[in-house]
């Protein structure tokens, strides 16, 4: 199988359920458990590397798929659905980002790194590579990152400064991109990944109310429970809505469909994660138990690029720079 078949691009259904079945052999719960643990990554990579899925978002005249944000979007929530212990989207993005460079791009898998010196960077604990945007320039850094103190995460902080900057690690400028191009694209990555594991979680969720009695019968039967439930379905299709429209449009997406998908997505992630062990009780925080692999990752995907109260802040403020009515606004800023 190819990525870049021209008749797989225009099925997306069949784009897609390879990708699943993909990620259904590779990622159980039980490798995902097995890499956060320090398992090997290699052979994982290789498989997905052969896949040729990494290459989606590459064009064709440089031997991607070509294909859209809105092709790869689904792909994106898979990930979150098997709560991927493996950058894989992120890599997607890097190798488009130094395609379009004109670059060399490395082997191996590739972690983005959008935020301050000292702010976590998802996945970074396994990869080589850390591609980051400073002042419109792309860089691409070689540098050992420090790991974060929570059990189980990949996710590790950048003390230093920028190796670029600072003569620090390895680092080399690769080219320029529009400015906050990497910051928005990795937002509305990780917004699909929320979309992706919350769903997950409000699967799992409603089969465990359906199989869990108590007093005679289901708890799932139980009306506060059932009101709680439908909350958490509406964040988790709130979320899923937010992700395909920020995919919608041009790569790289605008600052207000980042930031809405993003500010949407984190703030329906705290809920749907505090409904799962609300209702899953004591059993939900075990770490045998499959629900926490995925609430961890709600929580580090929440704050990765910058939670909810910092996209709404830059909305806010692209908003009060607009001589146009919120409604106008809307209209023009989101790829409807």
């Not at 440089?62 to 790869?72: I, Y």
């Not at 490395?106 to 010196?117: E, F, K, Q, Y």
């Not at 609300?278 to 075990?286: E, N, Q, T």
């Not at 995907?301 to 996209?311: F, I, K, N, T, V």
Request: aromatic residues 6%; charged residues 20%; contains cysteine.
């Amino acid at each position: 199988m190819r990525v870049g078949d021209k008749d797989m691009g225009k099925d997306m259904n069949e784009f897609l359920e390879p990708f699943q079945r993909l990620l259904e052999q590779l990622f159980t719960p039980e490798t995902v458990r097995a890499v956060e643990q320090g398992g090997p990554v290699d052979p994982l990579w290789q498989d997905i590397s052969s896949s040729g899925f990494l290459d989606a978002l590459v064009p064709e005249q440089q031997g991607g798929a070509g294909l859209t944000l809105a092709d790869v979007q689904p792909l994106w929530q898979a990930l979150g659905y098997h709560a991927s212990p493996l950058p894989v989207g992120e890599t997607m993005i890097a190798r488009a980002l130094l395609a379009a460079a004109g670059a060399a791009i490395p082997d191996g898998p590739i972690a983005l790194a959008t935020g301050a010196r000292g702010r976590a960077v998802p996945y970074a604990l396994i990869v080589q590579h850390v591609l980051m945007e400073l002042d419109g320039q792309l860089i691409l850094e070689s540098a050992t990152y420090d790991d974060i103190g929570v059990p189980g995460s990949l996710a590790a902080v950048r003390l230093q400064p920028i190796g670029a900057q600072a003569g620090y690690g390895s680092a080399e400028v690769i080219g320029t991109a529009d400015q906050g191009a990497l910051h928005y694209l990795s937002a509305t990555l990780r917004a699909s990944l929320i979309a992706g594991a919350g769903q997950r979680l409000t699967e799992m969720t409603a089969a465990y109310a359906n199989e869990r009695v108590q007093f005679g019968k289901p708890i799932g039967r139980q009306q506060a429970l059932q009101q709680n439930m439908a909350v958490m379905a509406e964040d988790m299709v709130a979320s899923r809505m937010a992700a395909e429209l920020a995919c919608a449009g041009a790569m790289p997406p605008t600052l207000a469909a980042a930031a809405t998908a993003k500010s949407i997505t984190s703030r329906a992630a705290a809920r749907i994660a505090a409904t799962a062990h609300a209702v899953h009780g004591a059993i939900g925080i075990s770490e045998q138990y499959d629900l926490q692999l995925f609430t961890r990752r709600l929580h580090e995907w929440r704050l990765a690029d910058g939670s909810e109260s910092y996209w709404n802040r830059l909305l806010g403020q692209q908003r009060l720079k607009s001589s146009s009515g919120s409604v106008d606004f809307v209209r023009k800023s989101l790829p409807f």
